[in-house]
């Protein structure tokens, strides 16, 4: 039997006996799903929360479907961050996307010394980075959406940075000599993984010292040079490997 259509759900829609659901979503269930009356839905609030759920009434505006069943889904593995320095063009939505189907919990767009794109309307863009990781959570089937934080410079992130010991710090290096690997399999009890990917260009040496200085491991992905949208995915990959 197939699954029933998924959709995401803030909070508020949500009370112990029906779900109310607005927006494009309206549209999307209504018009081109073309569902009625008795359909089922499975809707999610982002925070692990699933409800299985009965269409009980289709409107112009609003769809309000009937609770059957709740269930948690249970989050594995550490909650990863991965701060992305900004590439050119439209990159940003390519890691954006990839990274929440690689389940990142928050990503973080970073200004470094060797950051070329100038962000002009950064609140309607962290709008759209953030409908990107939406759309991706849903055809993943993840339980969680990422939340896609505001633009900041390096240099301010990592000095407000203040992680605690089970906080595992990451800066792949083009000039870094410890193996990830190692790195990731040394410390398989850590709770949050924090990763630093550079921007075209990668990190420059007083970057790579500083992020050194607070605790960011200088890790190598091998001896080929990777894109830093290659970087974002292949440092993703491996830590799903090692501890999903």
Not at 157 to 182: F, H
Not at 195 to 215: D, H, N, R, T, Y
Request: glycine fraction near 6%; include cysteine.
């Amino acid at each position: 039997m197939p699954r029933p259509p998924r959709f995401f759900i803030s909070a508020e829609q949500s009370t112990d006996r029906h779900i109310t659901i607005s927006g494009e979503d309206v549209r999307h269930i209504a018009m081109v799903l073309r569902m009625k009356t008795g359909d089922e839905l499975l809707l999610c609030d982002g925070e692990g929360t699933e409800y299985q759920t009965t269409i009980a009434q289709v409107g112009r505006s609003e769809i309000i479907a009937d609770v059957k069943a709740r269930s948690k889904r249970e989050l594995r593995g550490p909650r990863v961050t991965l701060c992305q320095g900004l590439p050119k063009s439209d990159k940003m939505d390519w890691i954006v996307q990839k990274a929440t189907e690689l389940g990142v919990a928050s990503i973080i767009p970073l200004v470094t010394e060797r950051t070329i794109v100038k962000i002009r309307d950064e609140e309607k863009r962290i709008s759209r980075w953030q409908k990107i990781a939406r759309e991706a959570a849903m055809q993943s089937n993840r339980p969680t959406i990422p939340k896609v934080e505001k633009i900041q410079s390096l240099d301010g992130y990592i000095r407000t940075l203040n992680p605690d010991p089970w906080t595992l710090l990451i800066l792949p290096w083009e000039e870094g000599t410890l193996p990830i690997k190692e790195v990731l399999r040394t410390n398989p009890d850590m709770k949050n993984i924090i990763v630093l990917i550079g921007p075209e260009g990668g990190f420059s040496a007083q970057e790579a010292a500083m992020g050194k200085e607070k605790g960011f491991h200088l890790v190598s992905l091998g001896q080929n040079i990777l894109r830093t949208e290659t970087a974002a995915v292949s440092v993703l990959s491996m830590i799903g490997y090692e501890f999903l």
